[in-house]
C-alpha cells in the first residue's frame, strides 16, 4: 500500500522559488518537521530537479527569472508521473486572474507571500494526504476494475459451458435414448436384454434432466427463466409423467398413483412437467419397497397446490428451508443408501415454480416427505 510506503521514507518535498529567504524559511520549516527538502532557484533548475527525483509535492513561486511558475507547472504536468504530484503555488499577488491562471497550469493550491511557516506547513501536509488518498483511491479502482473482469471472464466461460452443455451433451443423450426405445421397440430383442436397454434409456433420461435443471438453472440466476406460459391439462401431464417413470419404479416396486383431479391451468407446460419429474424421481428414490407414491391436487379461487408425496424417511424440520439450495443433500451414509444426482433437482424446481409466481415447499407425511407447489391462478 502506499501508505506503508509513504510512512516509511520522508516525503520529498520540491522548493522552487527565486527567493534565497523564501527557500531557506521553507526548508527549515519542512524539514523540521521530517520531510526532505529539494532547492531549485529558478524555472529551469526546477524541471532538472523534478527529472532527477520525482518529488512527493512541489512548491511553486510565480515569478522567477528565467521560466515563470505557470510554464513550469504545465511542464511538470506532462512529464511522467508528474500529472498527479501536488503542486502549491505561492506569490506576491492576490489577484484573480493569477489565481485562475495558476489553476489552468495545473496547480493544486495557492498561497500568498509573505509565506508564514504555520499556514505553508498546513498547506504542504494537506497536498501530501490528498496525494496520498488519491493514490488509494486510485488503488481501489484499479482493484475493481480487475474484479469486474475476472467476473467478466468468467462469465464468458459459463455462457461456453453453457453452450457446450446444450449443444454438445444435450444431443448425444438424445440420440441415446432415441436408439434404446428404437431397440425396446424390437420384438426379437432377447427378454434378458430388455432390462439393459430400459437402463440405457432411464439413466439417459435422467442425465437428460440434470442437464436441463443445470441449464435452467443457470438461466434463473441470470434472471432470463421467464415462463411460456399455455393451457396445462394437469391430469394428463401426471399421467404422462406417472408412465414415463413407471420403467424407474417398478423395479424398486414403488406404486405411482395419480389422485389430480383439476382444471387445466395456465402455466409453462415444459417447467411444470420437469418440476413433477424432479419430485416424483425422488420420491421413488427415497420410497421403501411396497409402498406408494402420490401426486394430488388441491385448486381454489387462488391458484392450484400440486403434492407429491411419498413414506420414504421425510426431510428434518431444520432441512426443510435449505433443502431447495443448489448442491444441498442430505448425508447419504446416513440414510444407507445411494442418493443419486448432485442437488440440483429441487434448486431448479424452486426456480420453475418462483418464475411462475409461486411457491414450493415440504411438508412432514408422517411418515414420509410431501412436496407442495402453489401456482397462481
Ligand atoms: N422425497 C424425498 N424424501 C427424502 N429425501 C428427499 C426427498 N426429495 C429430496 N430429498 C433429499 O433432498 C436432497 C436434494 O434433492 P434434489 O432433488 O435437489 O437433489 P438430488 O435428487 O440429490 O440430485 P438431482 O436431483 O440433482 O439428480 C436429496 O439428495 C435428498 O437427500
Ligand atoms: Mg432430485
Redesign the pocket.
Known sequence: MIESVESERPSIVLVVDGSELNRLLAKTTLEGEGHRVVLAASGAEGIAAFEREPPDCVLLDVRMPDIDGFTVCEHIRSLAGGADIPVVFFTASRDVETFDRALRAGADDFLTKPLRPAELLVRVQTALKLRRVRGELHEHYELLKRQRNDLLRLQLQKERLTAFLVHDLKNPVNAMDLHAQLLLRDHELPSSMQGSVQQIRTQAQ?LH??IL?LLDLSKSDEGKLAPRLARVDVRSLVDEILDELRPVAQPVEVVLESLVDAEPLRADPDLVRRTLI??V???I???PPGSRVTVSSRADAQGMELR?S?E????PPE?RER??D?F?????WS?GRT???????????KAAVESHDGTIW?EDGAP??I?CVRLPR
Open positions: 435422467r434432466r440434470m435443471n424432479n419430485l424421481e425422488n420420491s428414490r427415497h420410497a407429491v411419498d420414504g424417511p421425510g426431510i432441512m433443502i431447495f443448489a444441498v443433500q442430505i448425508d447419504a440414510r442418493v443419486g444426482g448432485r442437488g440440483l433437482g429441487l434448486a431448479f424446481c415440504v414420509g416427505a412436496f
